[in-house]
């Protein structure tokens, strides 16, 4: 029952991953064509929560669609299971929302 729930949530973030995907390389398109140095697109992404929520959802759904799909691999190729793998996925789950709300914040400094 667990893995069918790992392949819907892992399917679900990949949904939400897409959109997001395409708009992050849509303005990497625009600030690159416009010239912009990091110190003005610093200076349009500070303060907005805007971007803190775009990026934020982009990070929370990276940390968990990774999470889970290094679990496959994990268990598929080292044969690991139980409370070890558990431990694994929780623990690299959380070291990927941890660097990317690091990230998002430094850009966002909200």
């Avoid at 995907?21 to 416009?34: P, R, S």
Wanted: glycine letters at 8%; one cysteine or more.
């Amino acid at each position: 029952m667990l893995d069918i729930r790992l392949y819907m949530l892992q399917r679900i973030t990949a949904l939400i991953m897409a959109p997001l995907t395409l708009g992050h390389i849509a303005v990497m398109i625009y600030a690159v064509q416009d010239g912009l140095t990091a110190a003005e697109i610093l200076d349009r992404t500070q303060g907005s929560v805007m971007w803190f929520l775009f990026y934020g959802t982009f990070v929370i759904a990276v940390s968990v669609h990774a999470a889970i799909g290094l679990r496959v691999i994990v268990a598929e190729t080292l044969k690991l299971g139980g409370y070890a793998l558990n431990a694994l996925t929780w623990g690299l789950c959380l070291i990927f929302l941890f660097m990317g709300v690091r990230a998002v914040m430094a850009v966002t400094m909200l």
